[in-house]
Nanobody, 116 residues
């Protein structure tokens, strides 16, 4: 089973940008639909963005036009570029395989805090 490790989270001011990265080992990201999820305190995991094996992308309405998911096959990573961040984007972000949370592999998560 592929192992996933997220990085790139942190504290950013509203309107700022962050780039999250998900490094995979034990498997190729190009073999899976890869997704980013986020979890707000006390809530379930929400799908943020996904990229299929054929490079089709899809986004949650709340992040459409601000976030971009991409896959780097040479580095075996999946990145999430987050622009125009809002306080509502504050959450723990997880990288996972598949479009349904809990079915495939997932990382430990990285905290993103948007605050002035």
């Amino acid at each position: 089973q592929v192992q996933l490790v997220e990085s790139g989270g942190g504290l950013v001011q509203p309107g700022g940008s962050l780039r999250l990265s998900c490094a995979a080992s034990g498997g190729l990201v190009s073999d899976y639909t890869m997704a980013w999820y986020r979890q707000f305190p006390g809530k379930l995991h929400d799908l943020v963005a996904l990229i299929t094996t054929r490079n089709r992308t899809d986004y949650a309405a709340a992040v459409q036009g601000r976030f971009t998911i991409s896959r780097d096959d040479a580095r075996n990573t999946v990145d999430l570029q987050m622009n125009s961040l809002k306080s509502d984007d504050t959450a723990v972000y997880f990288c996972a395989t598949g479009a349904i949370w809990g079915v495939g592999s997932r990382g430990q998560g990285t905290q993103v805090t948007v605050s002035s």
